[in-house]
């Protein structure tokens, strides 16, 4: 049975800091491309950054400088490091893998940036 379970969404001050995490289990997890959606209400789910087997990265120009993601195949763990939190940045966060037609999602976790 895979399982991908974020944690680390809290209530954050704008220009805090969170860093969510992402561990997966029941998937060969160092093969997998591991990515980061959210999801703000009345609005689509969007890309916020994706990590591949190999390590390289792509991140949405809307947090670019501002969020890092990362992974520890050991942990079977994905990061996303959150930094200079904007109101615009509230969502539900998702993670989420991807290998060749296989692909699961997480159940979320909620991001809120007050001002």
């Known amino acids: 049975q895979v399982q991908l379970v974020e944690s680390g969404g809290d209530l954050v001050q704008v220009g805090g800091s969170l860093r969510l995490s992402c561990a997966a289990s029941g998937i060969m997890f160092s093969i997998n491309t591991m990515g980061w959606y959210r999801q703000a209400p009345g609005k689509r789910r969007e890309l916020v950054a994706t990590?591949?087997?190999?390590?390289?990265?792509k991140v949405a120009d809307s947090v670019k400088g501002r969020f890092t993601i990362s992974r520890d195949d050991a942990k079977s763990t994905v990061y996303l490091q959150m930094n200079s939190l904007k109101p615009e940045d509230t969502a539900v966060y998702y993670c989420?893998?991807?290998?060749?037609?296989?692909?699961?999602w997480g159940q979320g976790t909620q991001v809120t940036v007050s001002s």
């Open positions: 989420h893998s991807s290998y060749r037609i296989y692909e699961y």
């Open positions: 990590i591949s087997s190999g390590g390289g990265t």
